[in-house]
């Protein structure tokens, strides 16, 4: 019942932006924190960026001030804006939904997309 599905993603140049949207059914979104996590090949999963049910947010500080995460409720979407994109941030990028409590550890969300692909050359 529940779906995240990513989209958004793509190949883009070193300085440019993207954004990233997370379209979700079968879930009471408004009740969900929701969550970005980038995967690059050979590395471990890590937290980008999530926001609350009641709206605040969190950043890993290494895309903290590049990028925005948003969510529109009425939509059931939540959104990544990424701006100043560097070449590290190369990686498949997931959503993820928990109930309420934003938190920063993969194990603790219920619910994941599939991932989208965003390539940044130099």
């Known amino acids: 019942q529940v779906q995240l599905v990513e989209s958004g993603g793509g190949l883009v140049e070193a300085g440019g932006s993207l954004r990233l949207a997370c379209a979700a059914s079968?879930?009471?979104?408004?009740?969900?924190?929701m969550g970005w996590f980038r995967q690059a090949p050979g590395k471990d999963r890590e937290f980008v960026a999530g926001?609350?049910?009641?709206?605040?947010?969190d950043y890993a500080d290494s895309v903290k001030g590049r990028f925005t995460v948003s969510r529109d409720n009425a939509k059931s979407t939540a959104y990544l804006q990424m701006n100043s994109l560097k070449p590290e941030d190369t990686a498949v990028y997931f959503c993820?939904?928990?109930?309420?409590?934003?938190?920063?550890?993969?194990?603790?969300?219920?619910?994941w997309g599939q991932g989208t692909q965003v390539t940044v050359s130099s």
């Open positions: 993820a939904a928990r109930p309420t409590v934003l938190l920063t550890t993969p194990s603790h969300f219920n619910y």
């Open positions: 079968g879930l009471t979104f408004s009740t969900y924190a």
């Open positions: 926001i609350n049910w009641r709206g605040g947010t």
